[in-house]
């Protein structure tokens, strides 16, 4: 699939700034969407998770933002830190279906101290 | 609490060589696992993919398998390795929850 294939797009920030990482997915139909967090040589972390019956949830630092209309996700970290630099990738989940993931392409956030 | 290991972390092996993969699942019951492969700077490929024992979903025609001979164990095999089959393993389980958990992960490297 396209996610495979492609370099990564990049974001660089400066430490201290707020991020904001995009994620189009592709299914109308899903309703449950993840945001992972992956670390050089380390596998994905669960970061923060959204149903469709929400458009917006906030945990420590990030915040997840879904817009139905034009199948959209974004990820915002706040006050971002050296730590928080890794590559993000957004997961879309059609509940009930084959329980098998989209995942997207994968943005890598450089931190600059 | 759940936890998922993979072992082992690090593998080199020679083309034409056998591959033997393990991830294990603990503190959960009658999970979906996963394989995947994520080569260098890309994103993640599913592999194979598992709802109960000796149930073997695959999404990618390759020379690699994948058995599932107890309820929480996945492993992932090859008779004969290629340079291709270079790249980072990761497998992951999924409860009820629909969310999906990774492993660490396993660096293969074929020479």
């Known amino acids: 699939g396209e996610s495979v294939g492609l370099h990564l797009p990049t974001l660089s920030v400066q430490e201290g700034d707020n991020s904001i990482i995009n994620c189009a997915y592709s299914?109308?139909?899903?309703?449950?969407f993840i945001w992972y967090k992956q670390e050089s040589g380390k596998g994905p972390q669960f970061i923060i998770d959204?149903?469709?019956?929400?458009d917006k949830r906030q945990g420590q630092r990030v915040t997840v933002l879904l817009n139905k209309t034009v199948k959209h996700l974004s990820l915002q970290i706040a006050a971002t830190q050296p730590g928080d630099s890794a590559v993000y990738f957004c997961?879309?989940?059609?509940?009930?279906?084959?329980?098998?993931?989209?995942f997207g392409r994968g943005t890598s956030l450089i931190v600059h101290p | 609490s759940q936890t998922i290991h993979q072992w082992p972390a690090t593998l080199v092996q020679p083309v034409g060589s056998p591959l033997s993969l393990e991830c294990t699942v603990e503190g959960t019951s009658n999970p979906n696992l996963y394989w995947y492969r994520q080569a260098a700077g890309r994103g993640l490929q599913l592999l194979f993919y598992?709802?109960?024992?000796?149930?073997i979903s695959s999404e990618v025609p390759q020379n690699l398998s994948a058995s599932r001979p107890q309820d929480r164990q996945f492993i992932l095999s090859s008779k004969k390795l290629l340079l291709s089959d270079s790249g980072f393993y990761l497998c992951a389980w999924m409860g009820l929850g629909e969310t999906q958990y990774f492993g660490p992960g396993t660096r293969l490297l074929v020479l």
């Open positions: 598992s709802i109960g024992i000796d149930q």
């Open positions: 959204i149903r469709s019956n929400m």
């Open positions: 299914n109308s139909a899903s309703d449950y």
């Open positions: 997961a879309e989940t059609l509940s009930g279906g084959s329980y098998i993931p989209t």
